[in-house]
């Protein structure tokens, strides 16, 4: 079973549209959640660390519930531009140096 | 200020050949990192560099060697390449004690044949 586990996609939306992507997590020693974001053939970029309070950065809404082991990341009013994958990524405590696991991505496409 | 640098962008190699991919940081950070990643599979953490001096297993080191050269560098070799190596390479820096971001670099794009 994989650490970090997300629906693979792709998740065909409209401009302007809202979308929702869930991810779960298998090891309880999870202890930091992040979103990142990779554009096709470049690297990852942090979009937005998760809190447990849950969390809002503009047009995008992070949650996590520990309890199930599980985080959202909503997206509101759609663009074209935020056409990516959205990786999930978590870091295990006793990992080791803050070596993150990602999950292998959710990919969505905004279309006009 | 460049951030992450990584050479070369892409690379070719024939089984059994050997190569360094070159990773290079400008913003002070402690730790460095090489991942690779493959189709559905997400970033999988080869080794990683706690500090200057010290290097570590990741996920899937066999294969592969590294050198934490100084504070800035942190090269990725593999002895005799397989198609099984066949991915992108991704380094990456974090300075543990400010937060958990990596910043990542390019990426290098080998195919073994």
């Known amino acids: 079973r994989k650490e970090v586990e997300q629906d693979p996609g792709p998740f065909n939306v409209p401009e302007g549209a809202t979308v929702a992507f869930n991810c779960t997590y298998s090891n309880s020693a999870s202890q930091s959640f992040f979103w990142y974001r990779q554009d096709c053939r470049k690297e990852p970029k942090l979009l937005m660390s998760v809190y447990s309070s849950g969390n809002e950065d503009g047009r995008f809404t992070a949650q996590l519930n520990r309890a199930s082991q599980y985080i959202s990341l909503l997206i509101r009013d759609s663009k074209l531009s935020d056409s990516a994958t959205y990786l999930c990524?978590?870091?295990?405590?006793?990992?080791?140096?803050?070596?993150?696991?990602f999950g292998s991505g959710t990919r969505l496409q905004v279309q006009p | 200020n460049a951030g992450v640098t990584q050479t070369p962008k892409f690379q070719v190699l024939k089984t059994g050949q050997s190569m360094t991919l070159q990773c290079a940081q400008d913003?002070?950070?402690?730790?460095m990192y090489w991942y690779r990643q493959d189709p559905g599979m997400g970033l999988r953490l080869i080794y990683y560099s706690a500090s200057e001096g010290t290097t570590d297993k990741g996920e899937v080191p066999n294969g592969y060697n590294v050198s934490r050269l100084n504070k800035r560098e942190f090269s990725l070799r593999l002895e005799s390449a397989a198609p099984s190596q066949t991915s992108v390479y991704f380094c990456?820096?974090?300075?543990?004690?400010?937060?958990?971001?990596?910043?990542f670099g390019p990426g290098t794009r080998l195919t073994v044949t």
């Open positions: 913003m002070n950070h402690n730790s």
């Open positions: 990524v978590v870091n295990i405590r006793g990992m080791g140096r803050r070596a993150l696991t």
């Open positions: 990456a820096s974090t300075d543990p004690g400010q937060s958990y971001e990596q910043y």
